[in-house]
């Protein structure tokens, strides 16, 4: 355990940041999750509405650092990939 003040708060700090973090990880996750399943199930208006939400919760995510901005360029280009891949 730290003994200076300045370190106990970056562990307090450094832990609610990283809770945060996996939050918003956890929500993009199950919004692309959505988009996938409606593409599975050949549901072209179910994978467009979800790919505008999944879309957008990834695009806060990179605004606010949680993933890099390519990173987050990448899964919504194959996200949209995949939807624009349904007959």
Not at 28 to 44: C, L, N, S, Y
Not at 50 to 72: C, M, P, R, W
């Amino acid at each position: 355990m730290a003994n200076i003040k300045s370190a106990k708060k970056r562990i307090l700090v450094n832990e609610t940041k990283a809770a945060r973090n996996k939050a918003i990880r956890s929500k993009v996750r199950t919004m692309i999750k959505k988009v996938e399943a409606a593409v599975a199930a050949g549901d072209k208006a179910a994978a467009q509405a979800a790919l505008l939400e999944a879309t957008s919760e990834i695009d806060k995510a990179a605004t606010k650092g949680v993933y890099h901005k390519n990173n987050a360029s990448r899964k919504v280009s194959r996200l949209s990939k995949a939807v624009n891949s349904i007959a």
